[in-house]
């Protein structure tokens, strides 16, 4: 087995192209939709033509057929700038949609995956209940078979794009009595009859990455709509968050660069005492902690994505990779703030919002904790 840690000249110009795009088209808004909790709905069109929103995905259903290596580079270079956009495109390419692609039948596939690979239509994933947060499988949301459907009841929360989707896989209990193997996906389309969005969260960060919660009022969804084998459901959402938390992974180091480069930038402007902070060795002690954390985590994540582009298990490397990422994350952002100093308090430099924004990072897709238990059950097995 060959061991390289470069990028070929293929992801360097994605890298290239997805860090122009980002500072062109969502960099001068960020503030903007920050303050407003403005989704940029419209973004996802202009995303969609460069790949972005189909970034797994074959070209026969609108993809763009790149792996996780470049899946995880695009992540980061979106949340290098605004870790909102990263959010919201991480979880509509490996949750709604990769879900839908790994489980879906070749006529779900046509139907469901292809326009949202192409950016036409936007995916939500709802795992995460209002009673049910890192033990999902304790979920009340109940699927029973009627008129040759499904009739769905309950509520989830805490949602990206739980206002916005056009298409949304919903994890419901289809038996009771078998607990986590009595779980199945369905496939819950914008308009279905009792499918109504809830409350839209007040977040403290990320808030251009629409948050909401679903209602399911007896929702009938057809037969054809029911995603993957039946009781299967809970099992592949477990194997789908391994691929989803090398996006997070990747969405907490954009946030960590973006706040360290920001941090980098003015130690080397703000004069004190007659010379650059910069020159200060508290200061540069700082920054060779930030940047050789973002560089151990920038590593765990490519072996990550490398190990799932060869199809190997990642349920361990994952974990590590969204567990150390996520908590190096609020750490740079923090010392990214005391190296600005009072300016740093304020919205005028980039990382008081890296650091609002990575917190989320150390609690979706599975808080801290619950990596920390996935990684201590895999050294059990390995």
């Not at 699927?143 to 009841?153: E, L, Q, T």
């Not at 190997?312 to 100093?341: D, F, N, P, W």
Request: contains cysteine.
């Amino acid at each position: 087995m060959s061991l390289s840690f470069n990028l070929t000249d293929e992801q360097w110009q994605i890298k290239k192209s997805v860090r122009e795009f980002a500072e062109a088209e969502i960099k001068p808004h960020v503030q903007e939709w920050d303050e407003a909790q403005h989704f940029p709905r419209e973004l996802f069109a202009k995303m969609g033509a460069l790949g972005l929103t189909g970034v797994l995905f074959p070209e026969e259903y609108g993809g763009a057929g790149m792996g996780y290596v470049e899946y995880a580079l695009i992540i980061e270079e979106l949340s290098r700038i605004d870790g909102a956009i990263g959010l919201s495109v991480a979880a509509h390419n490996s949750l709604c949609t990769n879900h839908l692609y790994q489980y879906g039948t070749a006529a779900q596939r046509e139907r469901f995956v292809t326009p949202l690979a192409k950016g036409e239509k936007l995916g939500a994933w709802a795992l995460t209940e209002p009673g049910s947060g890192s033990d999902a499988s304790g979920m009340k949301t109940q699927a029973i078979p009627r008129d040759g459907g499904w009739v769905i009841n309950g509520a989830k929360n805490f949602i990206t794009h739980g206002i916005s989707a056009d298409t949304a896989v919903v994890l419901a209990i289809t038996n009771r009595e078998m607990r986590s193997r009595g779980i199945s996906a369905f496939i819950v389309e914008h308009g279905a009859k009792g499918f109504l969005a809830g409350k839209k969260e007040n977040k403290l960060g990320v808030r251009a990455s629409e948050t909401a919660s679903l209602i399911f009022e007896d929702c009938w969804v057809p037969k054809e709509n029911l995603l993957g084998e039946p009781g299967r459901g809970f099992v592949n959402a477990m194997q789908i968050l391994d691929g989803g938390r090398i996006s997070i992974a990747a969405l907490a180091l954009g946030i960590a660069q973006g706040a360290y480069e920001s941090a980098l930038k003015y130690a080397q402007e703000r004069k004190q005492f007659g010379q650059p902070i910069f020159d200060f060795q508290g200061i540069q002690f700082k920054l060779a902690d930030m940047a050789t954390q973002i560089d151990a985590a920038r590593l765990l994540i490519w072996r990550a994505a490398w190990m799932k582009d060869n199809k190997q298990q990642t349920t361990r490397e994952s974990a590590m990779a969204k567990l150390y990422a996520s908590e190096i994350a609020v750490k740079v952002c923090e010392e990214a703030i005391q190296i600005h100093g009072g300016y740093g308090y304020t919205k005028d430099y980039p990382p008081e919002k890296h650091w609002r924004d990575s917190k989320i990072c150390t609690i979706g897709e599975g808080t801290s904790e619950v990596q920390r238990l996935v990684i201590a059950r895999q050294l059990l097995t390995s």
